[in-house]
């Protein structure tokens, strides 16, 4: 019996060990994988690492152009928010300028009966071009000219049409209602009198 006794000590050691070879053996096959790594020449080790460092830079610089082109976005809007902020109240602004042409055309094809009336007369002139200047240097507000352009669905809205058979294009003949721009973008489109080309009959064979 204490001969069986002083045996198990044995048995259970034995069985520890065989517990903890695998353990081994995965802590060698583990420090045999960057084997390949060693086994590089120099010269391949450097080709290696120029490759790692290339594509670190090819990413980096894309990195660097997506953000520089977010921020010129970012920008952009940002200005563009600033710019036409005031949009509104100068669309109503172009209304009351409206109205001094409109009082303009009128008093110019009334005879002139008195100095008063050629004082009043270009006094509404002079505010409504101070107006119109004022607009257009402090807030970009510009008005424009169409007749004699080309016409343009960007620019003029066609409220009468007229053929001509001395033109090859429409043509705008006669502004109605000016139009504006503000920063160079298009806030009211000009009312005009379109020239349109005549169509040559077609020649049957």
């Given at each position: 019996?204490?001969?069986?006794?002083?045996?198990?000590?044995?048995?259970?050691?034995?069985?520890?060990?065989?517990?903890v070879a695998p353990e081994q053996n995965?802590?060698?096959?583990?420090?045999?994988?960057?084997?390949?790594?060693?086994?590089?020449?120099?010269?391949?080790?450097?080709?290696?690492?120029?490759?790692?460092l290339r594509e670190a830079k090819d990413?980096?610089?894309?990195?660097?152009?997506?953000?520089?082109?977010?921020?010129?976005?970012?920008?952009?809007?940002?200005?563009?928010?600033?710019?036409?902020?005031?949009?509104?109240?100068?669309?109503?602004?172009?209304?009351?300028?409206?109205?001094?042409?409109?009082?303009?055309?009128?008093?110019?094809?009334?005879?002139?009966?008195?100095?008063?009336?050629?004082?009043?007369?270009?006094?509404?002139?002079?505010?409504?071009?101070?107006?119109?200047?004022?607009?257009?240097?402090?807030?970009?507000?510009?008005?424009?000219?169409?007749?004699?352009?080309?016409?343009?669905?960007?620019?003029?809205?066609?409220?009468?049409?007229?053929?001509?058979?001395?033109?090859?294009?429409?043509?705008?003949?006669?502004?109605?209602?000016?139009?504006?721009?503000?920063?160079?973008?298009?806030?009211?489109?000009?009312?005009?009198?379109?020239?349109?080309?005549?169509?040559?009959?077609?020649?049957?064979?």
């Open positions: 019996m204490k001969d069986e006794e002083e045996a198990q000590p044995e048995d259970a050691v034995c069985t520890e060990e065989e517990t995965g802590a060698e096959s583990s420090a045999e994988d960057p084997v390949t790594e060693a086994a590089l020449s120099p010269e391949e080790k450097i080709a290696d690492l120029e490759d790692k990413q980096y610089l894309r990195k660097a152009a997506d953000f520089e082109n977010f921020r010129k976005r970012m920008n952009q809007e940002k200005q563009s928010a600033i710019d036409f902020a005031n949009q509104s109240l100068l669309l109503d602004l172009i209304l009351i300028i409206d109205d001094f042409d409109r009082a303009i055309k009128s008093a110019e094809n009334m005879a002139s009966t008195s100095k008063e009336f050629d004082s009043f007369y270009e006094g509404i002139t002079l505010i409504e071009k101070r107006l119109i200047s004022q607009l257009e240097n402090k807030w970009g507000l510009k008005r424009f000219d169409s007749a004699g352009e080309s016409f343009d669905p960007n620019r003029h809205e066609a409220i009468m049409m007229e053929k001509s058979p001395e033109i090859t294009e429409p043509v705008v003949q006669e502004d109605f209602q000016k139009g504006y721009t503000l920063k160079d973008r298009v806030v009211r489109s000009a009312k005009v009198k379109v020239l349109m080309p005549e169509e040559t009959p077609r020649q049957e064979n």
